[in-house]
């Protein structure tokens, strides 16, 4: 199964791996859940998301392995960031949504995160006009050293009292 996944261009679903490999998905997803266990604290790491698997660098060492690459990328900007909060932990959600919760066009942000594809169309909405339906994607992950969307950190219960901590 390492072997498989080193190799692997893209993030394989763990049904093909099971497949590929001739046992059981639940089998297969104990293999999963030993072997992120035992990267824990190592270089790489296994990145899930929904069915979909990867090996992944370890996010503390990002920064070397983007010098080592040539890949340092741009930072986001605030704009980008608020909007890709909002997707983040609302997921789906529309721009409707995103543009009532930030109270001002979204338009060049959704464009940013699209273009660097760590938001995605996953679908529509039930309602008049249909509206486009956003949501995180593997990208979004690997950018912020995320193993699963579930390892987002939770939304603090109260704002801060202090302007400069809401901003950090």
Do not use: C
Request: net charge negative; glycine share 8%.
């Amino acid at each position: 199964m390492e072997a498989l996944l080193f190799v692997a261009e893209e993030p394989v679903d763990v049904s093909v791996l099971a497949r590929s490999l001739g046992v059981s998905r639940a089998r297969m997803e104990r293999v999963l859940d030993e072997l992120a266990g035992q990267l824990a604290g190592r270089g790489i790491r296994l990145q899930r998301t929904g069915e979909l698997v990867q090996l992944v660098s370890a996010p503390e060492w990002a920064r070397y392995v983007e010098r080592f690459l040539g890949a340092e990328y741009p930072k986001l900007s605030d704009a980008a960031l608020e909007t890709l909060a909002i997707i983040a932990y609302r997921q789906p959600v529309t721009r409707a949504v995103i543009e009532s919760i930030r109270g001002v066009n979204s338009d060049g942000a959704l464009s940013t995160l699209l273009h660097r594809g760590l938001i995605e169309a996953v679908g529509r909405a039930d309602t008049v006009g249909r509206p486009v339906l956003f949501g995180t994607t593997v990208r979004f992950l690997e950018y912020f050293g995320l193993e699963k969307p579930e390892d987002l950190p939770p939304l603090p219960s109260e704002p801060p009292a202090d302007p400069e901590e809401l901003r950090l």
